[in-house]
């Protein structure tokens, strides 16, 4: 969930550091600092709060330009102890210096054997147990310091080591991202290649296992005790993708951009006949897997894990097969069954989400086929899976996802799609008409981006109120999950998504005239009576209703709303897509009215990497 950046060249480091940091903000953090090794020893800058606190610091003391050639960078997201500078990373003992991304799950009892031996503590961090262990077995020579030490801990890391005497850094990965970044007469380490994209394209990625040595000229990764050769892979993206391009957040920019996303999510993929669906991903199973195939598993976190349950709904109506949504979180934890042969697919926008990682190693132990849905070429679950689709979506920058989402709503009808083929569930025609609809999604997108002031004008009146509940039945009870989880999470406003016929079943007990409810009713067919009976039930106690509906419904609906939106008709399948635009822009415009900080939420993290 951290952010790691080191740096050995001969560039302005601070400078090289600092913007690396800024690169990584997006991430979430609470606090930031860095490390500098000079000829006189190693400088040590840390802040809690913003990376421009951290800048301050730097002004203050002038270090900008600093005589250095070696430093690391990191920021936090508080774990073990509160956000504090003394608990801001890096960590220090003796002549080792450090930063940690992820969780030391033995530190308590390190802790206590380091502390009897003599060793003293300044923090109440897991990682610097493991500054001081590194410096135990510190005797002159730090790749072998740092692989004794790492023989203690238990747990996970992503972790960057310099020490005083040494013109190197040391990394280490296990379960936490770390890729090497390559360039002339320098190299780089880092937790995601966003910070250092503004210097080298190929980059390495590590493996769990592997330490690295880096230098100015050259690099050594050691895994078990043997040298390892790892490919070379080139970032494909510009850095344009990391700007906001006159938009006011980048949330805003990735709610905006989401037709051309949606492209790039179908690029390549529509066979010319329009009859076929081509997943590169998919090439090294045999059809027969396919067409025997009896069970899916699907596995995700928040956002992802709401894309799942739409996942659930197309497969089993399509293939007619059983298929579980299942919180990755808590996968591992609740003896799940998994039977040998059923495809268990990890569904994650940065690919290193720890849970969705470790759900998706649980599913492989128990006789599972690993399959991923990730954004992140090269990511943890994309190389662990082996098999599945790439989002093509480009760099999400907000923490709050949007785009991603709506590109793994395609993605797995672009998968339903291609197994109803296999299975002989879709004919010929039935694909073509079902290819022509997925078409036209990013123009429908286009429209249903049209509708933004209308939604501002609906957020300027519930900017203020403090509860919400969103409602859905069907393809839409997804829909309303997410679209409650981004109001919650970038306007810190209570909301609920629930299948609408639950609502009786509890939450109504909350309505009144300071609790809109937001339904999502695009595809009502024979529950049309039902959905309608629900708002007639919200009325009735007083209370506002924003209906997300299109104009086939405006008879219906209209009279029962307070304010309506009409969204561009698709297909049931593809309705998610569209429906959940004006449900981001909504809490994006609440947020911003608000004032609050829409693309750096308090407490969140754009990739959690710890459990």
């Not at 390559?182 to 592997?210: N, Q, V, Y």
């Not at 949007?402 to 299975?423: D, H």
């Not at 569930?425 to 249903?448: G, L, T, Y």
């Amino acid at each position: 969930m951290c952010g790691i950046i080191g740096y050995v060249g001969s560039k302005d480091l601070v400078s090289v550091l600092l913007n690396g940091l800024k690169r990584l903000e997006y991430r979430g953090y609470d606090s930031a600092g860095m490390a500098i090794k000079t000829n006189l020893g190693i400088t040590l800058l840390k802040s809690e709060g913003k990376i421009t606190n951290l800048e301050s610091i730097i002004k203050e003391q002038n270090l900008a330009g600093l005589d250095g050639n070696i430093g690391i960078a990191h920021t936090r997201w508080a774990t073990h102890g509160k956000p504090t500078t003394i608990n801001a990373h890096p960590h220090s003992a003796g002549s080792i210096s450090l930063v940690h991304n992820g969780i030391i799950e033995n530190y308590q009892e390190l802790r206590i054997i380091l502390e009897e031996e003599g060793f003293k503590f300044k923090s109440d961090t897991d990682s610097e147990v493991l500054a001081h262990l590194i410096n135990k077995f510190y005797n002159g020579n730090l790749p072998q310091a740092v692989e004794k030490a790492l023989n203690e801990v238990e747990g996970t890391y992503g972790a960057a080591v310099i020490s005083k005497e040494d013109n190197m850094i040391v990394g280490a990965k296990k379960g936490s991202p770390l890729i090497l970044g390559i360039g002339s007469g320098e190299h780089f380490l880092a937790s995601s290649e966003i910070p250092i994209r503004d210097h080298t394209r190929r980059i390495i990625s590590l493996k769990d296992g592997d330490i690295i040595t880096i230098t100015k000229d050259k690099y050594n990764i050691v895994s078990l005790g043997q040298r390892q050769e790892r490919e070379i892979e080139t970032i494909e993206w510009d850095t344009e993708a990391l700007e906001k391009k006159g938009y006011k957040h980048f949330m805003l920019k990735e709610i905006h951009t989401q037709p051309e996303t949606l492209t790039e999510t179908l690029r390549g993929r529509i066979e010319p006949n329009k009859k076929n669906i081509h997943l590169g991903g998919f090439d090294n199973l045999p059809g027969e897997y396919f067409e025997q195939l009896n069970r899916i598993i699907l596995l995700g976190c928040g956002t992802s894990w709401h894309a799942c349950k739409v996942g659930k709904y197309l497969f089993e109506k399509t293939l007619r097969i059983p298929v579980a949504a299942e919180y990755a979180s808590e996968f591992r934890y609740q003896n799940p069954v998994v039977n040998p042969g059923d495809m268990v697919m990890a569904v994650s926008q940065s690919g290193d989400t720890a849970d969705t990682l470790a759900a998706l190693q649980e599913g492989i132990r128990r006789g599972g086929v690993p399959f991923g849905m990730v954004n992140v070429v090269g990511s943890q679950i994309a190389r662990e899976a082996d098999k599945g689709i790439y989002l093509h979506a480009g760099p999400e920058i907000g923490v709050a996802s949007t785009k991603a989402f709506t590109s793994q709503v395609l993605a797995f009808n672009l998968l339903n799609l291609y197994l109803g083929i296999i299975r002989n569930k879709i004919s010929d025609e039935e694909a073509q008409d079902m290819i022509v609809a997925i078409e036209s999604i990013p123009s429908k997108v286009r429209e249903a981006l049209l509708l933004e002031n209308e939604i501002k004008a609906v957020a300027e009146e519930y900017c203020n109120h403090s509860n919400f509940l969103y409602l859905g039945r069907g393809l839409n009870f997804p829909v309303a999950l997410e679209g409650a989880l981004k109001l919650k999470e970038i306007s810190y406003i209570h909301a609920e998504g629930y299948p609408a016929a639950e609502m009786k079943h509890g939450p109504i007990a909350l309505i009144d005239n300071n609790m809109p409810s937001v339904f999502v009713a695009t595809e009502m067919n024979s529950s049309c009576s039902k959905i309608i009976s629900n708002m007639e039930q919200v009325r009735s106690r007083n209370g506002k209703i924003i209906a997300i509906t299109t104009e086939d419904y405006s008879s219906q609906i209209g009279p029962l709303a307070d304010h309506t939106i009409y969204v561009p008709n698709v297909q049931e399948y593809l309705s998610p897509i569209v429906n959940v635009i004006p449900l981001q822009l909504l809490a994006y415009h609440i947020a911003d009215m608000k004032g609050l900080d829409v693309d750096k939420p308090r407490n969140l993290a754009k990739s959690v990497t710890v459990e």
